[in-house]
């Protein structure tokens, strides 16, 4: 047996940071992730970095932002030149094990352009981690294991997401209220945590390192019973937007973009080929009922992981950190998913659990200090006592779990958003912009958010007045030096944090020099 601890960094895919019930959302039911933030650290004003999933999750397992990291769409390569949080756990002597997916793709250099690697979308596991369970979007072992039990797929995956024939649904629940196929014990959900539970066993007294990747509350928008029915749309309140589609693509192109390209369901059900902005109130309601039952689906797994960890004596001992890639706009604006500005596309939970005796005064606190995605990496290495590397954007959070505050803690967070579509053009040819001027960068602080667009015109919401962002100040004269000030930080920003791997170093006749 060992002394070091353990790791377990769980990250849910489109969990967005407002659907906690210990923070009061009334739909949400959270009560072992509420369990494990009376005993842990939660960061309530924590952002994500970028969307969608692929470039959030390296800026979270790389601590950088997408303007340094660069892999901003889906199916974009990763430069391998760039370390992450497993590649630096290894220094340490840990074998970072990945459960789920981490959306990396490899960077096509020296590889063989028939390498199959090549060939599959987005699918790639980041360098680094071993893979005792990956389970990438065509989630293939899950899929084979319910075929196995009997289940006729034909289609995998594809099949899987299909309602429950005969299904008898009420005349006041919607569409998405038809169960799944499947019983919520062999959900994929369920299946991945089965999966990682028995490879706890055999390292109850082993050191390890896991990143635990749930793929709910992801679409599409089913879920198994009882999780179907565990909210009554009745109870769900209806979405903030304007009276009308046109009318809330006023507030700019991007937006107007987006209503217009989201009409069809995509993975929200593709076994439904609805109109999404032109779904009834009932259908909406039902949508968000379906989604926090997706998350009460998966708070329950992850309650089977904590209790697991305390029943093996591993809970004093292990690091636990709960958070998301990014978040879900829930209909909002006429909207669904997470390619838009709006904060509740980048606001995320982020809990964490430190075992040590130093952080039990702490226990419960709750953060409302502004925290970044890229800040776990750096915490992670900080708390192993290793060298945070100097291509990390983010800053340790490691104080505030002792229940310090850090000196000149940042004021505002940051993020950004690239938008294009190399393949189809289609965002290039609707706004008559080109690729690279396909990108946004936010700043968002106690009071205002700016965003600023390469080739667009930019935006400015007055979160305290405005928390719902349906109101864009950024041509209103009385708000002209508010927006350039906030213009001017970002700037700043950007110009202070650009990839500065060796900028601190320098080579003379005295040899190597490192500003640390």
């Given at each position: 047996?060992?002394?070091?601890?353990?790791?377990?960094?769980?990250?849910?895919?489109?969990?967005?940071?407002?659907?906690?019930?210990?923070?009061?959302?009334?739909?949400?039911?959270?009560?072992?992730?509420?369990?494990?933030?009376?005993?842990?650290?939660?960061?309530?004003?924590?952002?994500?970095?970028?969307?969608?999933?692929?470039?959030?999750?390296?800026?979270?397992?790389?601590?950088?932002?997408?303007?340094?990291?660069?892999?901003?769409?889906?199916?974009?390569?990763?430069?391998?030149?760039?370390?992450?949080?497993?590649?630096?756990?290894?220094?340490?002597?840990?074998?970072?094990?990945?459960?789920?997916?981490?959306?990396?793709?490899?960077?096509?250099?020296?590889?063989?352009?028939?390498?199959?690697?090549?060939?599959?979308?987005?699918?790639?596991?980041?360098?680094?981690?071993?893979?005792?369970?990956?389970?990438?979007?065509?989630?293939?072992?899950?899929?084979?294991?319910?075929?196995?039990?009997?289940?006729?797929?034909?289609?995998?995956?594809?099949?899987?997401?299909?309602?429950?024939?005969?299904?008898?649904?009420?005349?006041?629940?919607?569409?998405?209220?038809?169960?799944?196929?499947?019983?919520?014990?062999?959900?994929?959900?369920?299946?991945?945590t089965d999966e990682f539970l028995k490879w706890l066993l055999v390292r109850r007294d082993k050191p390890w390192f896991a990143h635990f990747v749930f793929y709910r509350p992801h679409p599409p928008l089913i879920a198994p019973e009882p999780y179907n029915g565990l909210v009554?749309?009745?109870?769900?309140?209806?979405?903030?937007?304007?009276?009308?589609?046109?009318?809330?693509?006023?507030?700019?192109?991007?937006?107007?973009?987006?209503?217009?390209?989201?009409?069809?369901?995509?993975?929200?059900?593709?076994?439904?080929?609805?109109?999404?902005?032109?779904?009834?109130?009932?259908?909406?309601?039902?949508?968000?009922?379906?989604?926090?039952?997706?998350?009460?689906?998966?708070?329950?797994?992850?309650?089977?992981?904590?209790?697991?960890?305390?029943?093996?004596?591993?809970?004093?001992?292990?690091?636990i950190i709960v958070t998301s890639d990014h978040g879900e706009v829930l209909g909002e604006h006429y909207v669904w998913g997470k390619e838009i500005y709006f904060d509740a596309a980048f606001h995320l939970p982020l809990v964490i659990r430190d075992p040590r005796p130093a952080?039990?005064?702490?226990?419960?606190?709750?953060?409302?200090?502004?925290?970044?995605?890229?800040?776990?990496?750096?915490?992670?290495?900080?708390?192993?006592?290793?060298?945070?590397?100097?291509?990390?954007?983010?800053?340790?959070?490691?104080?505030?779990?002792?229940?310090?505050?850090?000196?000149?803690?940042?004021?505002?967070?940051?993020f950004e958003h690239d938008f294009r579509d190399v393949r189809t053009q289609k965002p290039e040819t609707a706004l008559g912009i080109a690729s690279d001027q396909c990108a946004y960068a936010a700043i968002r602080d106690d009071r205002f958010k700016y965003v600023h667009f390469?080739?667009?015109?930019?935006?400015?919401?007055?979160?305290?007045?405005?928390?719902?962002?349906?109101?864009?100040?950024?041509?209103?004269?009385?708000?002209?030096?508010?927006?350039?000030?906030?213009?001017?930080?970002?700037?700043?920003?950007?110009?202070?944090?650009?990839?500065?791997?060796?900028?601190?170093?320098?080579?003379?006749?005295?040899?190597?020099?490192?500003?640390?």
């Amino acid at each position: 047996m060992t002394d070091r601890p353990n790791i377990l960094l769980i990250c849910a895919d489109q969990w967005r940071g407002d659907c906690i019930s210990a923070l009061g959302h009334p739909n949400a039911r959270t009560p072992n992730l509420d369990a494990l933030m009376a005993d842990a650290v939660t960061f309530t004003r924590h952002f994500g970095q970028c969307t969608p999933c692929g470039p959030s999750r390296t800026s979270l397992l790389t601590g950088q932002y997408l303007m340094n990291h660069r892999s901003g769409r889906n199916g974009t390569p990763l430069d391998r030149r760039h370390t992450n949080i497993a590649l630096e756990a290894r220094k340490a002597g840990y074998d970072p094990a990945l459960f789920g997916y981490t959306d990396t793709t490899p960077d096509p250099r020296g590889l063989h352009p028939n390498d199959p690697a090549l060939t599959a979308y987005d699918e790639g596991v980041m360098p680094g981690f071993s893979t005792p369970l990956h389970l990438p979007e065509d989630m293939d072992q899950w899929v084979a294991d319910l075929i196995a039990k009997g289940y006729d797929l034909p289609a995998g995956r594809h099949d899987v997401f299909r309602p429950r024939p005969g299904f008898e649904k009420p005349a006041d629940r919607g569409f998405r209220y038809i169960p799944t196929l499947f019983k919520a014990e062999e959900s994929e959900t369920a299946f991945l945590t089965d999966e990682f539970l028995k490879w706890l066993l055999v390292r109850r007294d082993k050191p390890w390192f896991a990143h635990f990747v749930f793929y709910r509350p992801h679409p599409p928008l089913i879920a198994p019973e009882p999780y179907n029915g565990l909210v009554h749309p009745a109870d769900v309140e209806f979405p903030v937007r304007a009276a009308s589609p046109a009318e809330a693509g006023e507030q700019h192109p991007l937006l107007n973009y987006a209503i217009g390209t989201l009409r069809q369901p995509s993975t929200y059900d593709e076994h439904n080929p609805q109109d999404l902005v032109a779904a009834d109130e009932l259908e909406i309601r039902q949508m968000r009922a379906t989604y926090y039952g997706l998350i009460a689906e998966v708070d329950a797994q992850l309650g089977r992981i904590i209790q697991h960890l305390k029943d093996t004596g591993q809970y004093e001992r292990t690091l636990i950190i709960v958070t998301s890639d990014h978040g879900e706009v829930l209909g909002e604006h006429y909207v669904w998913g997470k390619e838009i500005y709006f904060d509740a596309a980048f606001h995320l939970p982020l809990v964490i659990r430190d075992p040590r005796p130093a952080a039990d005064a702490a226990r419960g606190r709750r953060i409302a200090a502004f925290t970044q995605a890229i800040d776990v990496m750096p915490t992670v290495l900080d708390w192993l006592g290793l060298e945070v590397p100097r291509s990390c954007d983010g800053a340790s959070l490691t104080p505030f779990l002792r229940g310090e505050t850090p000196p000149d803690w940042r004021n505002a967070v940051y993020f950004e958003h690239d938008f294009r579509d190399v393949r189809t053009q289609k965002p290039e040819t609707a706004l008559g912009i080109a690729s690279d001027q396909c990108a946004y960068a936010a700043i968002r602080d106690d009071r205002f958010k700016y965003v600023h667009f390469a080739a667009l015109p930019p935006l400015l919401f007055d979160i305290a007045n405005d928390p719902h962002e349906q109101v864009n100040l950024a041509n209103d004269p009385a708000y002209t030096e508010v927006a350039l000030d906030y213009a001017r930080r970002m700037l700043d920003w950007r110009l202070s944090s650009g990839e500065r791997e060796l900028t601190n170093m320098s080579v003379g006749a005295g040899g190597l020099f490192v500003r640390k």
